[in-house]
């Protein structure tokens, strides 16, 4: 078995560190000061985290190979190892969407037949008429329309169907199906989505979570007026995280020209100046969990004719850079959502193999940040198949500078 001693600052959520761990085959062994002679030292401009994980992204890859044009498994991790990203959740709204054990199995086996150098965790869907796996999986809800068919039209047909997934894991994409078809003649994307439709749909999800006991999460969160509403759910004692993206983060409506509309359309779409501030508070302040990406890789030509999402996987970690740099969060608040939360998400289902901490016990996969190298965004340097960033020209305060995988490094 192989032994590697690395040196330099660690940061866990609840610390940071200048020391050694020990790595022996994949798994981190010990965690010290003075633990030998480092084969591996990072310097002071440095931060080692345990291997980010990003729990929302699309690898657009299924058995039927119909979205693969755009992004395939392959593509996916090689962007998500170029943005410091050792582990990610697939959601299931593919053309064969993974919806009982047998189509779940084929997309699980579709995968490994990929041989990928990351950890991919594969969500369930779940749509009308459907039942729980007979095995433990992680699942998705899609309330209303989005990209793909795996959805529900009436909120009574999403509370009948969840009435069979009582004390599972299910991740919510909130807007409210009937709200949203009464305003699908609006003039805009964000008017056709407007924030009445999540909020609607956070207190529907919330009373599910409540009335089935379910472990939820809500999925890229974009409206401050429903964080309250998450609070009171967690003071009641109700099993709920949140999500928020880069683009929630980082964009606003305010940006929205006639000639950028079509790359910063997204749903649940952009929202105010007021609503972006509010999420960078909650994520400071704990109320959103994670850092997760929504990674949405399709072609400009798509996207042209008015296809939502946007790309992140390759800008993951330097995205990250930016919140610690100009946004002044801790290196301690980045491990827990970029790091631990998404750990804590995946680790049910991804044994023996344990994510989210540096400490002995845990797989040895590490996000090295360096927060002295600024990065600037190029077209040509992204993995991701479709091909394209929204924040091409745009330069990060860091960027990153190595990641290991199970004891190896992988950039």
Partial sequence: MTSTIIAGHFANSDREWTGQIRIDGETITDVGENLGTPDVEFGDDCVIFPGMGDI???????????????????????????????QVADMPNN?????????????????????????????????????????????KAYMGPSVGDLFFTTLAELDETLSHYRGQCVSFHCEDPELLERHRAASTHELRRPAECEISATRFALQMIEKYSLKGKLCHYSVGEGLPLIRAARQKGLDVTCEVTPHHLYFDTSGITEENRGLMQMNPPLRSLGDRKQMLAALREGTLDYLATDHAPHTLEEKAQGISGQPHLDTYGAFATWLILEQEFAVQQVAAFCAENPGRF??????????????????????????????????????TKCGWSPFEGVTFP????AVFHRGQPVR
Avoid: M, W
Wanted: proline share 9%; no cysteine.
């Fill in 346 to 383: 995946v680790n049910p289902y991804v044994a023996p193999f344990k994510f989210g901490r540096i400490e002995p016990g845990f797989t040895a996969s590490l996000t090295v940040l360096n927060l002295s190298r600024p990065t600037t965004i190029r077209r040509e340097d992204l993995k």
């Fill in 398 to 401: 860091g960027s990153v500078e």
């Fill in 95 to 139: 053309p064969a969407a993974p919806i009982d054990d047998d189509s779940y199995r084929a997309k699980q086996r579709h995968l490994e037949s990929r041989e990928v150098p990351i950890q991919v965790t594969l969500y369930a869907g779940i749509g009308p008429g459907t039942r729980p796996l007979s095995f433990p999986v992680p699942y």
């Fill in 56 to 86: 929302h992204i699309h690898a657009r890859d299924d058995v039927s190979e119909k979205e693969t044009y755009k992004e395939d498994f392959r593509t996916a991790a090689a962007a998500a190892v170029h943005g410091g990203v050792v």
